[in-house]
């Protein structure tokens, strides 16, 4: 099985990478560690942790969405309804609906949900937010559980990956032919200027 290690980072859209930046940044205080773009195209990573990232693409004429509460059922074509940011302990949880409420944000009351105790927000462009601290003592990873009161047949099998269900790779590529092409950063650490270096050199 492949060693995954983590979201290496979830990618969303904005209309306003500026407020985004003052969200994300100044206020939940997750540094810029990517930023890559040129006009009418901008895409920054903002670190969530020291294996994850979020990252958002700005793009000409994008509005932000209406909001939908969290978990809400909706009908029709949909892929995404929230994202959950793990802290490490309840305090947390009360110093982000500080800081949000403060900010002139909406947030939920805290909410425990048995393995973990959540608040709920939105960022500006309308993307619903989660934030999540652990129960203490309640170990979902070391202690799976499946209280839904109808699984479906494929999680009856449990929780542990099943062998069988999909065709074996039979030729897998050859390291000669194991080629990683060109992309928006390509150049990245080579050949683009750092603009904050550029900042610190020239002030004005």
């Known amino acids: 099985m492949p060693r995954y290690s983590g979201f ?5 859209v904005t209309g306003d990478m500026e407020s985004t930046v003052r969200f994300w940044r100044d206020l939940l205080g997750m540094r810029i560690v990517a930023g890559l773009g040129h006009p ?3 895409q920054y990573f903002f670190e969530v942790s020291p294996v994850d990232m979020i990252a958002f693409f700005e793009w000409d004429g994008v509005t932000a969405v209406e909001e939908k509460d969290h978990g809400a059922p909706v009908r ?9 940011i793990g802290v490490a302990a309840d305090d947390d ?13 909406w947030c939920s009351e805290l909410v425990d ?7 709920y927000s939105f960022d500006p462009n309308g993307l619903a937010i989660e934030f999540s601290a652990p129960v203490a003592g309640v170990d979902v990873r070391a202690n799976p559980r499946m209280t ?13 990956p099943t062998p069988g269900h999909w065709p074996p790779v039979t030729t897998p590529t050859p390291l000669a032919d194991r080629r990683v092409y060109p992309g928006e950063g390509d150049d990245f650490l080579r050949a683009k200027r750092n603009a904050w ?8």
């Open 40 to 42: 009418g195209y901008r």
């Open 93 to 105: 949880l009360w110093e982000l609906k500080d800081k949000l409420e403060a900010a002139g944000f």
């Open 76 to 84: 029709g074509a949909v892929v995404f309804d929230h994202i959950s």
């Open 113 to 119: 949900h048995g393995f973990i105790h959540s608040l």
């Open 148 to 160: 839904d009161t109808q699984p479906v047949p494929a999680a009856q099998e449990g929780p542990d």
């Open 8 to 12: 290496n980072h979830l990618a969303m």
């Open 197 to 204: 270096e550029t900042l610190k050199r020239d002030p004005t």
